[in-house]
C-alpha cells in the first residue's frame, strides 16, 4: 500500500481511483543511457514517464478457479494412481503429476498452497517445483529431508511474492 500511495501521490492520481484488490504493472520509459548502462531509476516527475495498465484477472488475482478445480482432480487422481509407492521416481512420472507440470506457471502457487496445507507431511512436489521455476532453494544439506525441503520451498515462494 505504501508503494501505491507514492506513485499514485507522486503521478497526481486520487488513491481512491484504484481498484482495491486490483493489480497494476506500471510501465516506465528508460533513457537509452540508462539502457545501455542496463538500468534505471523510476522518474515520477510527470505523467509523460509513465503510464498504468490493468493485468489480466488470471494474473493479478492468481490461477481462476477452473485451474485450482482442475489442479485439486489431478491431486486426486495422482494420489490414486501412485497408491502406495515409495519411489519418488514412480511418483513424478504418473501421468496426473505431469499433467499438473503441463499446467505451467499457474500451478506454481496451487502446489506451494498444497505443500503449506500438508504441514509436518509433505508430498513430494518437489521436481515439478523445479521443473516449473527452474529454482532449486533446497541447501544440499537438506536433501532427503521433506520437511526441511518443503520449508526451503515455501520460504523461495514467500520472497518471490506467492500467497497462498
Request: negative net charge.
Amino acid at each position: 500500500m505504501q508503494q501505491t500511495t507514492l506513485i499514485t501521490q507522486s503521478l497526481g492520481i486520487d488513491i481512491s481511483t484504484i481498484v482495491g484488490g486490483a493489480c497494476y504493472e506500471l510501465l516506465l520509459r528508460e533513457s537509452e543511457s540508462d539502457k545501455e548502462a542496463g538500468h534505471y531509476q523510476p522518474n515520477f516527475q510527470g505523467l509523460n514517464r509513465c503510464t498504468f495498465r490493468s493485468l489480466p484477472a488470471e494474473t493479478a488475482n492468481g490461477p481462476s478457479s477452473a485451474d485450482s478445480v482442475k489442479f485439486r482432480r489431478l491431486v486426486a487422481q495422482w494420489h490414486s494412481e501412485r497408491d502406495v509407492t515409495s519411489s519418488v521416481t514412480e511418483m513424478v512420472t504418473c501421468p496426473s503429476y505431469q499433467r499438473i507440470i503441463g499446467m505451467g506457471g499457474v500451478a506454481v502457487p496451487l502446489i506451494l498452497s498444497e505443500l503449506q496445507s500438508e504441514g509436518p507431511e509433505p508430498d513430494h512436489w518437489f521436481w515439478a517445483l523445479r521443473v516449473l521455476t527452474d529454482a532449486d532453494p533446497v541447501a544440499e544439506e537438506d536433501r532427503g529431508d521433506i520437511v526441511k525441503m518443503a520449508a526451503a520451498w515455501l520460504e523461495w515462494g514467500r520472497a518471490q511474492g506467492y500467497a497462498w
